[in-house]
């Protein structure tokens, strides 16, 4: 199980950014897939996750409106595309396995891969 973010960069204030997630080795299908980031200094925090079951998607009080979470497993892949953003988000963003359904998000990473930079900075 191999998971490959990509697509981060350096972006100013309100700028847009899109984050890649691709798997190989497996079935990106049968799994949900979140999207955690890990700042200098700060906890981890869950910042999205996308169900394999029925497609609901959960969001981190912060990203809220302004971040989309989607798959497309026919690519293998799922994105993250980053609107508004504020200096706060800058982080290492990974993706990993996950449990998320309709009305729940474990929030624990599993398999993950390497994580893509982002910096939100003027």
């Known amino acids: 199980v191999q998971l490959q973010a990509s697509g981060g960069g350096l972006v100013q204030p309100g700028g847009s950014l899109r984050l890649s997630c691709v798997a190989s080795g497996f079935p990106l299908a049968v799994y949900s897939i979140a999207w955690f980031r890990q700042a200098p200094g700060k906890e981890r925090e869950g910042v999205s996750c996308?169900?394999?079951?029925?497609?609901?998607?959960h969001y981190a009080d912060s990203v809220k409106g302004r971040f989309t979470i989607s798959r497309d497993d026919a690519r293998n892949t799922v994105y993250l595309q980053m609107v508004s953003l504020k200096p706060e988000d800058t982080a290492v963003y990974f993706c990993?396995?996950?449990?998320?359904?309709?009305?729940?998000?474990?929030?624990?990473?599993?398999?993950r891969g390497p994580g893509t930079q982002v910096t939100v900075s003027s």
């Open positions: 990993a396995t996950d449990f998320c359904s309709t009305n729940t998000w474990a929030g624990v990473p599993s398999a």
């Open positions: 996308i169900s394999e079951s029925d497609g609901s998607t």
